[in-house]
């Protein structure tokens, strides 16, 4: 690792991540760049399928047999992953870099007692330990997380524990050697909100310690709200709209940010029919040649320029009043905070045209 | 919120009563134990309503579900539909009864035949039962907002909400009273659950359709549900109308899940508060004496070691916020 590297943790620049198809390869994911920085929490939102669990799994060289990168950059700590021999990429994995997925049913072996299937973890970066030492190491991860008897649980098949335990010895295991960069492909969804908020900050106290960055991929705009430093906004393959959290929520650019956004269920919609994007996202093989929200855009329809060329992330002026209200959160300040570059920008051709209008509920 | 809550009914769809479920667990040196995953439920859902059923992650919604659906069976108590207790009947006659109960499951990904046409899959409950018509199948697709055309395509084709879509029209093949949902929406971005949440509302109101729903979103059980029933340790600590359990938690347990439940503005997050729970979960196969939450418990006291509460409506009080009959919970504090 090089002390004087000073550029962002990780950078995906223009990844292309593609699968063969019956008409030639489709691209699953088609041209997505983002950075993140030391300390951070990244959250990565938007629409189902749009291709968040394949781009963290393409950081992870994980990628599903006959989906592979096309093209594009991941650099971590200035390294090109795509490009490391498979060897040392498994050296990163699961030390440096670690990862808890969306189902942790398919990451467990299910003919596996718990507690062997972390040990297993924990002596792959620390094969000095001994038997009882690994032990100790495996129950007071699991303790760490707040599974109740840590000794009882380890020995015990993974059908025992509900999903919400499950989901705690995944965690456990993600953060066994203090990785740089965590992430958390929706690590709470399966977890009530008691103990998501625990979770949360047995993520965030564990995060604190090693010093790890985290990318938080989930549906939640409210664990967002609570956790994130950054967002990015996904749809269709593609980053439509990347903001400081405080921005995003409160002055979306996008037209899709600004939907999802009005699509939050809360104490005002209860009683009421909620409110939805309508219509459905383009199949990966299908996407139109503009704007692949077009179909579905409230500002771009009937508008030819929409139809006619694809719109490229591009960076925003901060709006004075914004970089004002939207104070980071204590202890998570950053030192490049709002100013820094790709801050905040959006894929739209006309980008922060009455999004609000959608927020507040009025016809559009 | 639904205010439109249905007229008390003749029978429910689904009654159930002191159902235990108890699965075997090592103890320490080998000993044997017994894990209670549902420790003494009883509830019921009417026609045309929905239950909403919420609670701590391992408390035993899913092996409710489970044991309602005949997988899983019980170590007492009952499971009736329509009034009838399914342990009576005959094995031919008890699958017939359990058809009037369907469920949807959480990952619209992994509960659906790759192989199979969308079509096919929502033939398969029809087939099996000799019920198949084509003309069946495209009204189911139309049903849940979905063409005849995209019938012939494979679920990959489709987005996680029309894979949800494709879900509930299969769960809807055999004309069920009530559907059972466990995480139907967990999986969509929040804009594809507003979609399902709206179809599922329309479905209800056009088929007079029951439904039992989990989820861990308190935003999404408020939106659908009429009643909401919160699960601790195998046991219902608190039911009620949903507005009543929202505005006005009455168990600590309730107060501290909801207070927990994160709201999606930036600004807000920083002052809320929230009770947090110290202690651990109890472990399910050696539960604490007298109240299971009492371990975590911000109220507890020497009493509630002692004595298990019970579900009870409220007492009478002259408070400026009356707590409804139908709004119960178990709680020593409660009640005293
Ligand atoms: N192994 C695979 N083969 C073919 N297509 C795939 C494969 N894995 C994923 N896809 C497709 O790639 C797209 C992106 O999938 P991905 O899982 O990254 O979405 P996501 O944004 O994580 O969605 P969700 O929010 O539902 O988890 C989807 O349309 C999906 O159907
Ligand atoms: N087959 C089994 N054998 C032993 N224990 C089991 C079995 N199935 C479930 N359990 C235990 O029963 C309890 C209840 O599990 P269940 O899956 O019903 O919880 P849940 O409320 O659905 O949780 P979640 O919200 O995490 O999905 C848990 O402690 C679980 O470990
Ligand atoms: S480019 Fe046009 S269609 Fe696309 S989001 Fe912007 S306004 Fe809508
Ligand atoms: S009975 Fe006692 S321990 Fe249980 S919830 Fe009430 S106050 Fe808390
Ligand atoms: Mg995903
Ligand atoms: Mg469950």
Redesign the interface.
Known sequence: MSTTYTGPLLSVQDLTIEVRGDDGPVRLVDGVTFDVHQDEVFAL?????SGKSLTVLAIMDLLPPGVRIASGRILFRGRDLAQLPEAEMRRLRGKDLAMVF??PMSALNPLQRVGRQLAEAVKLHASGLNRKQTADKVHSLLAAV????P??RA??YPH??????RQRAMIAMAMAHDPGLLIADEPT??????????VMDVLAEARRRAGSAMILIT????????AADRVAVMYSGRVVETAG??QL??SPAHPYTA???A?????G???E?????PG??P?AAERPAGCAFQPRCHLGSGRDKCTAARPLLTLLPTPPSSAE?AAQ??GMAHPDGAAHPGGRAAACHFAGESTLQLLKGQPV | ???DTPAPPFLDVLTIQDLMVE?P????LFSRRTLKAVNGVSLHVAPGETLGL??????GK?TLVRTILGMNKPTAGTVAVGGRNLAGLLNGRRRQERARMQMVFQ?PYSSLDPRMTVHEIIAEPLRINGQYTAAAVNRLLEQVGLTEAMGGRRPS?F????RQRVGIARALALKPELLILD?PV??????????V??LL?DLQAELGLSYLFIA?????V??ISHRVAVMYMGRIVETGP??DV?NNPQHPYTR??LS???????????SRQ?I??RG????AA?LPSGCSFRTRCPMATEACAAVVPQLLPPVPTQADFPVRPAHQSACLLVHS
């Open positions: 939102v938007g629409e189902s399928g969306q189902d707040g599974v109740p008897d000794q009882g020995a015990s025992q524990w509900s999903g919400g335990m969804t399966a977890l009530d909100v008691t103990v998501q908020a625990q549906h939640d705009l409210g664990l967002v709200a609570e959290v405080h929520f409160s939907g999802l956004l699509s939050v269920l809360g104490e919609t209860a009683g029919r909620a409110f939805a994007i459905s996202p199949a209200g959160p204590q | 919120m639904r205010t699965f667990a090592r103890g320490p919420v609670g701590e992650s391992g408390c899913s990952d084709e987005s996680g909400g029309q995480e967990s999986a969509l971005d929040v804009s594809v659950q507003a979609q949440i709206n509302q861990h979103d308190l935003s999404v408020r939106q949903v507005a929202f501290a899940l927990a439940a994160p709201v999606a503005d930036p600004a807000a997050a920083a929230r947090v729970l651990d979960l109890p472990d050696n």
